[in-house]
């Protein structure tokens, strides 16, 4: 007998069609200065997390839910993370075909629900960016997060990156707070930090100059995104 699929699934599916790939690609040029200060802003916090989180980067298995086209992956093979320990996951066929395609053939990228996917508690690392912010039914959020728990091996955990802030102009995305995560991972020991200027701020000031990005940075009001660890015990 087939599994039913929650309506959340679905409504995640069109949520992502509806974003359109030319509003995707004016967002992901690579030259431009708002996406590239924000990228090397996000990358200088992944550092410091893990320069503190104790893992050794050739031995940590990582599995990524939601990996896309695979460039959070492939920072961590440049960080030292080996691709036969790496995992990706997306729920949209045409995203993992791409990660497939820009990821060492060692990568295992597996499409489908994530919520459905038989693992065990083997992963260092459990990886999330940007995919919770679009998931709307609390219970699907709760029923993922668990999942995603229960694939973390002790004194591993989740690594979680995503907005806390709504966005008025887009109904199909909502903000996660610290405090919601805390609720989706209450067994975990959660540290966090504030990075990523508000996009139509570090749009405008770049526009003016570059450097006008760290100099607004500098208010944590501004930052729209948290980078957080939640580890599991021993």
């Avoid at 298995?61 to 993370?81: A, D, I, P």
């Amino acid at each position: 007998m087939e599994s039913k699929v929650d309506p959340e699934v679905d409504a995640i599916r069109g949520r992502y069609a509806r974003r359109g790939v030319a509003l995707d690609a004016k967002r992901e040029d690579a030259l431009d200065p708002a996406n590239y200060l924000y990228r090397q802003e996000k990358e200088r916090a992944v550092i410091r997390w893990l320069k503190g989180s104790g893992l050794t980067p050739a031995t940590a298995s990582v599995l990524e839910v939601g990996c896309g086209s695979g460039k959070n992956l492939l920072q961590l093979l440049m960080l030292g993370f080996r691709p036969e320990n790496l995992v990706g996951n997306d729920l949209i066929e045409a995203c993992a075909a791409s990660a497939r395609h820009h990821l060492p053939t060692a990568v295992r990228v597996v499409a489908g629900d994530a919520s459905t996917l038989e693992l065990d508690a083997s992963f260092d690392v459990v990886l999330q960016s940007t995919v919770f912010s679009s998931i709307l039914d609390d219970g699907f959020q709760a029923a993922l997060a668990k999942q995603m728990w229960s694939w973390v091996r002790p004194g591993g955990g989740v690594l979680w990156y995503d907005f806390t802030f709504n966005n008025p102009q887009n109904p199909d995305v909502r903000g996660v707070p610290v405090q919601r995560v805390r609720e989706l991972f209450p067994d975990g020991e959660l540290a966090f930090w504030r990075v990523g200027l508000a996009p139509p701020v570090r749009r405008l000031v770049t526009r003016a100059h570059p450097r006008l990005y760290s100099l607004f940075n500098l208010t944590p009001a501004l930052r729209t995104h948290v980078l957080c660890w939640v580890k599991k015990a021993r």
